[in-house]
């Protein structure tokens, strides 16, 4: 077995995670938001170097046998409203009040806003050719760089493909160019008019620099030899070649990596309900595991508004260690914005001239500017100083010193405050810190939410990019049924599995050598669950007025990291060593290096956990426990 190489994208950082059997090599590089596949090959680079000593990209990817690739890109898009101006033709019975319904009516606004025309398809073929392109050059004109088609009622399909095929007669796709139409029906099939639309137009929304990168990326892995395509992990937790993904189920793929992290470790620990919270440059990302499964949904949901796929049930705040603070009308302001990568933080020295949690963690002395992100990026005191005495200090009266321990409170209660939102903690609620700010604030966050248990991987700095590596390839395919009998199932069950052969077999494996599993789907009014189809007939007593759909996943299994570490298995807990000290707001705190320690290393509070790409701070009442797979445990004493 070959190395297996995990990429996770995010906005301001891009990780990276390298399996070979028992050796795990990890790195990071600046995301370059301007040209994806950059930073996408600067990582392989530098994976290279750590594995060979050298730049030997070639003899990486000719080593591996899969890359696995996620990106919040997606989600940070949608976040900051980054992305194409979409245009809506609206027809049939679908009305405008259905999409602005409960939480979507902003983001609606957002989105589309006055770019909206609604089309009569009862109109005459001349008058009705007329309309459609006069609606098309409206929106155009508008500003629309993607146009979706929308149609209400049960007809669907047979509407908007007579409406695209019009279309295409008056706009053929060679001189239509850079303003492509899409139609929902083709994205999805859904008989909720406005969840399909929705669905449709997050899809138009995410597509374009989705597919710029990708197929970019694709073609300079093919230059550099490598064997095995490109595989994209979807928010579903699967992974699956490039030409299969759609680009909404890239949505929250990056975060879902570090759920599918965190399931593994819940499990390998026995932690009954764990809150995951990922900081990341851009978002902070927060998942549930009870019992050892993600929470998810059925039909999930992007930004509070429902959509026709099942998520699991991420929530992206728009704080992390580059999101921008400031004042306003005399109060500090945390986000959404961020400054990502470029300029990046003041303290980057990179142009950047926003203040930002990562130059307030610098001027309060946590963070070492020498060896800052692996020793690549050496930060600047002055600056981070400069920046935060002119956009907070300033404006409240302040010094530095105490504008800086403000942002860190204001910093922390967003994300403490979007925690209880997202996932209220339980009596034995574990939280599980990672991304690389998540150790520094673990302590202050958990004791916000009364939590008294924080566990920060070995890989917190990459654990999203590691969590990438317990995805199998597989796809989900659904049928409706068109009756109620074992003769209708049976029918259903023959088209999956075609579709399901078809699928597999342009992922490179034949259907007989992956792991099926279906399952009844119940939808309508009052009804919405899943249940498992174990036999090859239909159960009995199912609701009258529930639409019935048969989903089958399959899935091809593929070599996933093995799990040792334990805590409490040192028969005499060793204290830790500490060979140097850290000045953090005044005070000199003992230094642990986290790769220095032995197995069962425990220390009190306060003091700072340091490694290459994270740095932890352990509060006063706090006690660490290190494993022998370099985890570490937070206990409230």
Known sequence: MGKLINIDNGGTLTDICVVEGSQIWRTKTLTTPHDLSRCFFDGLTKASRAIYGEDDILGLLTSTDYIRYSTTQGTN????????????????????????????????????????????????????EMAAV???NALSSAGANRIVVAHGGSNRMTEETRLKNLLLRKFPQHLLGAVPI????????????????WTALFNAFLHPAMERFLHNAEHKLRANKTQKPLLIFRNDGHSARVAKTIALKTYSSGPRGGLEGARAIARHYGFKHLI????????TDIGEIGDGQVRSHLRGEVEGVPVSFPLSDIHSAGVGGSSIIHVVDGRIVVGPESVGSVPGPACFALGGSEATITDAFLIQGLLDPESFFGGDLKLDGARARSVIEERVAKPLGLTVEAAAKAMEAAWVEKIAASVRESAPPKSDTVLAAFGGAGPLVACRIAEALGIGRVLVPGLAAVFSAFGLGFSDIGHQYEVALDGRDDQAYQAGL???????????????????DCAIEKQL??????????RPLPNGSLPKGLPAAAQLTVSMTVTKALPQPRLTGRFGAAKKPVAMVSKSSRKVEGRALPLYRVDEQQAGAV????????????????DPGWTVEINDSGDILLSKS
């Not at 602005?100 to 989105?111: N, P, V």
């Not at 899409?182 to 859904?190: A, F, G, M, P, R």
Request: without cysteine; proline residues 2%; negative net charge.
């Open 494 to 512: 023959s088209e999956l599995m075609e579709q399901a052969d078809r699928g597999m077999f342009g992922e490179g494996f034949e259907l007989d």
């Open 521 to 530: 789907v119940l939808t309508g009014k009052g009804v919405d669950e899943r």
């Open 603 to 618: 220390a009190q509070g306060p003091a700072v956990l340091e490694e290459a790409f994270f740095t932890g701070r352990l």
């Open 134 to 136: 006069k609606a098309v």
């Open 182 to 197: 899409l139609y929902s029906h083709e994205v999805v099939e859904d008989d909720d008019d406005a969840r399909r639309t």
């Open 77 to 128: 898009a949608l976040v900051e409203r980054k992305g194409p101006r979409l245009g809506l033709i609206l027809t049939g019975d679908l009305s405008i009040d259905q999409l602005r319904r409960d939480k979507a009516g902003k983001l609606f606004e957002s989105l589309i806003g006055d770019r909206l025309v609604r089309l009569d398809l009862s109109q005459d073929g001349g008058a009705l």
């Open 276 to 283: 995951s919270m990922d900081i990341g440059g851009t978002t």
